[in-house]
């Protein structure tokens, strides 16, 4: 499916952007577009013993710019142990040009602005600014050792290039770790970039995945046919798979092949180990010199630091880096009030912005790719914010999001607005989402997300607001997987989800808004759903509001279960105490719990097993099928009402095939007091950070 299967909504944005810009108040304020009274200019013609006060070295070159941020940073520094900053605050122009980092960029309190006098790094009038974790490698030679030759496939010898890494002062190469669910989320060992592009790590199959023949126990199975045979001189074996669910991928090291019984045996068992009830349980192996056999595949042989490679276009008019950063490329700790604008941060092996505690911090029309883990980290901290940056290309996800306190209710007022994130999750495949959201009262509004194996969004905690996204094609490689999820807390309401569009998910067992696992207190409002599989499920949680939602070509629109009753038992018998613990870790029986969330109080009082109090109002649904209500769940707690059911008549939605999915004016649904969704704000917008969308036309 092609990219943007999304024309009929971000067209008519595009035709009333003056509405859409009604919305920019609501998101983060830009210091940046302050008026700075004060300006230092770092260039790559620069120089770090020069003033740093001119854009450009001047003719007898004695003046000029500062070569890196970090001597503009000191520079800052100094001027403020003068005297306070500036009114408007300080500049930091970045020339164009690319600025190789091999140690963190740091910013910590001595370095913040304030409200009227911010800090800004920012690229001078547009210029391209790349900021890199990474290292460029050259000398490029063709293959011609005859060992190496013989262990490559034959088709694959007169494509192979080396080159020698410690001759370019390159030693540092990580590793491969075991990675992936319930695991921690580890830096990537060195990656390989061709002309801006993640290369592939040697593997087989090359795409896709094959199947275990047969579980020997939990750390040994048999395979099909005899490829593994060709890897018995090889060392550092990976085998990357969905061992027991398809919502659990992991890394695992293998510890032996036995070619006469078709075994192979991992280093460590899964999580769950080899012993699942999954009937396909698939994998693929890498990191293999044997497996380099199709173009934009590498592999780095650690014991003499040669990198093998046939580059998917000549090697030596391309341009080609190795990642080596693993700490984040750029940090703060407890800085406010400084702004990074138009920056391209890239290739590291760690994350690419750390922001811990403070406020007012903002990333604003940045670009972050090529990075190991995950784009960017905010850890705790007020009023933060993320504005229309692009986030392709990383590891491990694209935004982890955690401020406000859940033991007060303080909200954190993180704002995380208009961003493009897609291709995200390159490693590890699951639970690794566009934004993982926690704490309490932050906002994610007006995102694009796209191409990714598993969800979207996956909140924790209280009392945000995640609207007016759009999220397709994600949840490709996973089932039992949601779009938005959340899952597991009873104490984790107040949560809105509104004004969504989700479409065109996966084709497993997929769910647009899933409310898993007891998840209660949430309210659904205004989204549309558009063949997403089903469009919202509720999990066994109760206090649930599904309201004014459009729900077109869902298989069910709703579904609705008792688990508590069932299969999840444990967690109400005394086996399993997850949802008590977790009550109890924010004193639900104390204000502002008991106060906020009186029903807290009586909730294992009555039958905390059975989904109770979800309501189901005044949604619209077209196409596939209703609703799947199971047989545990008793209907006499369930509210159903005035809405839309006959999935064969079409309620007045203009042109669904073409997704357009305004109601016309004698649509039924008005009658039963159904409000109208703001197709109009559904989504990107530009203004100054982002100057353009990303739109491309079916045809195109």
């Not at 990642?323 to 009030?337: F, H, I």
């Not at 089932?479 to 104490?491: N, V």
């Not at 647009?512 to 409002?525: I, Q």
């Not at 109890?584 to 029986?589: E, I, L, Q, S």
Request: glycine fraction near 10%; charged fraction near 20%; proline fraction near 6%.
């Amino acid at each position: 499916m092609r990219e943007m299967n999304r024309i009929t909504i971000t067209h008519y944005a595009a035709l009333t952007i003056g509405i859409v810009l009604l919305t920019l108040a609501a998101c983060f304020p830009a210091a940046s577009d302050r008026p700075a009274r004060a300006a230092f200019y770092v260039s790559t013609h620069g120089n770090d013993t020069w003033s740093g006060t001119r854009p450009a070295p001047n003719r007898d070159r004695t003046d000029g710019p500062f070569a890196t941020m970090l001597r503009a940073r000191d520079a800052i520094r100094s001027l403020k142990q003068t005297g306070p900053l500036p009114d408007g605050g300080i500049t930091v122009w970045i020339r164009g040009g690319t600025y190789p980092l091999t140690d963190t960029f740091e910013l910590t309190q001595q370095d913040s602005g304030t409200a009227g006098s911010p800090i800004v790094y920012q690229a001078y009038r547009d210029e391209e600014v790349r900021i890199i974790g990474g290292q460029q490698v050259t000398a490029w030679q063709p293959v011609t050792d005859p060992t190496i030759l013989e262990r490559l496939d034959p088709h694959a010898r007169a494509h192979a290039w080396q080159a020698n890494l410690p001759a370019q002062d390159i030693t540092d190469f990580g590793e491969l770790t075991a990675r992936g669910f319930a695991k921690k989320m580890n830096p990537a060992g060195l990656e390989l970039f061709f002309d801006g592009q993640p290369m592939t790590l040697a593997r087989w199959p090359n795409e896709g995945w094959v199947t275990i023949a047969e579980v020997v126990d939990r750390v040994t199975f048999v395979y099909d046919g005899d490829r593994p045979q060709r890897w018995l001189n090889a060392d550092d074996i990976w085998l990357h798979g969905y061992w027991s669910w398809d919502w659990a991928d992991e890394y695992l090291k293998v510890a032996s092949i036995n070619p006469d019984k078709h075994e192979i045996t991992l280093a460590a068992p899964h999580h769950y180990g080899l012993g699942g009830k999954h009937p396909d349980r698939r994998y693929y192996a890498l990191n293999i010199l044997e497996e380099l056999d199709a173009p934009g595949e590498y592999y780095l042989d650690r014991n003499t630091g040669i990198l093998y490679f046939w580059p998917p276009a000549p090697v030596n008019e391309g341009h080609a880096l190795v990642s080596m950063l693993e700490e984040p490329m750029v940090r703060m700790q407890d800085v406010a009030y400084v702004t990074l604008r138009g920056l391209t941060i890239e290739v590291c092996r760690g994350t690419a912005v750390g922001i811990k505690e403070g406020s007012h911090n903002l990333l604003a029309g940045c670009t972050l790719r090529n990075i190991g883990k995950a784009a960017i980290s905010i850890k705790g901290g007020t009023e933060h914010g993320v504005a229309g940056c692009d986030i392709y290309q990383t590891g491990d996800g694209g935004i982890r999001l955690s401020g406000g306190d859940r033991l007060t209710l303080t909200p954190g007022g993180h704002d995380v607005c208009n961003n493009h994130i897609h291709h995200y999750s390159r490693w590890d495949r699951t639970y690794r989402p566009a934004m993982l959201i926690s704490g309490v009262g932050n906002r994610i509004a007006h995102n694009l997300i796209h191409d990714a194996p598993h969800s979207a969004i996956i909140l924790h905690g209280n009392e945000h607001v995640i609207e007016y996204n759009e999220i397709h094609n994600v949840c490709l490689e996973t089932s039992d997987a949601g779009a938005f999820y959340i899952g597991r807390d009873y104490s984790e309401r107040g949560n809105i989800v509104r004004y969504n569009f989700i479409h065109h998910l996966g084709p497993g067992n997929v769910t647009a808004l899933y409310l898993d696992d007891f998840a209660s207190g949430t309210t659904l409002f205004g989204n549309i759903c558009y063949k997403t599989g089903r469009g919202v499920l509720i999990g066994g949680g109760r206090d649930n509001l599904i309201e004014n939602n459009l729900l077109v070509n869902c298989k069910p629109a709703v579904h609705i279960d008792a688990r508590g009753l069932d299969w999840a038992q444990s967690y109400f018998d005394g086996r399993n105490t997850t949802l008590m613990d977790r009550l109890k870790a924010v004193n639900y029986t104390q204000p502002p719990y008991s106060t906020r969330y009186p029903e807290l109080l009586t909730l294992y009082d009555d039958n905390p097993a059975m989904p109770k109090y979800n309501r189901i109002v005044r949604n619209v649904i077209y196409r596939g099928r209703w609703a799947d209500i199971l047989p545990d769940v008793e209907r006499q707690f369930l509210t159903i009402q005035d809405n839309l059911t006959d999935p064969d008549t079409n309620p007045g939605i203009v042109d669904p095939a073409n997704m357009d999915f305004r109601l016309t004016d004698n649509s039924p649904a008005w009658d039963l007091g159904f409000q109208r969704i703001p197709l109009e704000k559904i989504g990107l917008y530009t203004d100054r950070y982002r100057r353009c969308l990303p739109m491309q036309r079916e045809d195109e």
